[in-house]
């Protein structure tokens, strides 16, 4: 789960390597985000001549957490650390590549352009 001030990476093309989460948003003040959940973030380490800038502050979907949570078919899921897709505001993704697999709730809540982006499900 993600509350505020929490660091996290990104795993697209964008430049981003490690944000820091300021909001997490269409939720109540001080609920956590979770897999599938938005969250704004202010960029803390980057790569240079990129699409994002540092300090600067992006919208990110959360596509995998180091939490174990569990599915609706009862079974439960954890993956080894925290990782987000910089995403615009129609829940688009910035980058043209999401270099490892997400969890297969994001399939299920229609982002299919991000599906088709990414390397496979968890």
Same mark, same amino acid.
């Given at each position: 789960?993600?509350?505020?001030?929490?660091?996290?990476?990104?795993?697209?093309?964008?430049?981003?390597?490690?944000?820091?989460?300021?909001?997490? !948003?269409?939720?109540?003040?001080?609920?956590?985000?979770?897999?599938?959940?938005?969250?704004?973030?202010?960029?803390?380490?980057?790569? *240079?001549?990129?699409?994002? @800038?540092?300090?600067?502050?992006?919208?990110?979907? !959360?596509?995998?957490?180091?939490?174990?949570?569990?599915?609706?078919?009862?079974?439960?899921?954890?993956?080894?650390?925290?990782?987000?897709? !910089?995403?615009?505001?129609?829940?688009? *993704?910035?980058? @043209?590549?999401?270099?490892?697999?997400?969890?297969?709730?994001?399939?299920?809540?229609?982002?299919?352009?991000?599906?088709? !982006?990414?390397?496979?499900?968890?």
């Amino acid at each position: 789960m993600t509350v505020k001030r929490t660091k996290f990476s990104i795993v697209d093309n964008s430049g981003a390597v490690v944000v820091r989460c300021i909001r997490v !948003l269409n939720k109540a003040k001080n609920t956590p985000a979770k897999v599938g959940n938005t969250v704004l973030v202010s960029v803390c380490s980057f790569i *240079p001549n990129k699409k994002v @800038s540092r300090k600067g502050m992006y919208n990110v979907l !959360l596509v995998t957490s180091a939490r174990k949570y569990f599915r609706r078919d009862g079974s439960s899921i954890k993956f080894d650390k925290t990782t987000g897709v !910089l995403v615009d505001k129609k829940v688009s *993704p910035i980058a @043209s590549r999401v270099l490892s697999p997400i969890a297969k709730e994001l399939r299920f809540q229609r982002m299919m352009k991000l599906v088709s !982006l990414s390397r496979g499900f968890c």
